[in-house]
């Protein structure tokens, strides 16, 4: 999957484009608009706090520090002299490191605005749309084209390069 970024000038722009985009079987649950607070999206699908900011690669990284440093604890508990720890143990702690590591990255990510939504804070305070599209790899020049035919004023700026499976 890719993540698309359109960025419209207004409400009517972004429901036309949304219509479009349904009716290019793009489901509902792909899309995510952001627009400036207070704004009434009606039945617009709005970004969750997962698109709006950095939880995925908060846990990311906590997973693979909380990983390293729960491994880097057991390999040192295995150097202490009267101290024997077997494999399963060296791995538990490798296991245990990442699933802690995963849950505070994913607590501090929450209120870490995302960084790739951060560059559009401006024109989305001045009253434009951010429409972001999670579209199967093949279909990326598709949609935008799409989207750039029926919409000259539509922005497209530009793609996430991989967006995991479950936001």
Known sequence: MRRLYFLLPDLDVTHKVVDELLLARIEERRIHVIAKEGT?????????????????????????????TGIAAGLVAIALPGVVIAGGALLAMG???AGMGAWLGGMIGMDVE?????????????GQVLVLVDVPKDRVDDIQNSVKKHHSDADFEGTEPTIPAFP
């Open 40 to 68: 009434p999206l009606q039945d617009l699908p709005e970004a969750s706090l997962i698109q709006k900011s950095d939880f995925v690669p908060a846990v990311e990284r906590g997973v693979a520090m909380g990983g390293a």
């Open 95 to 97: 296991l245990a490191g």
């Open 114 to 126: 995302n960084t790739h939504i951060k560059q559009f804070e401006s024109a989305i305070q001045e």
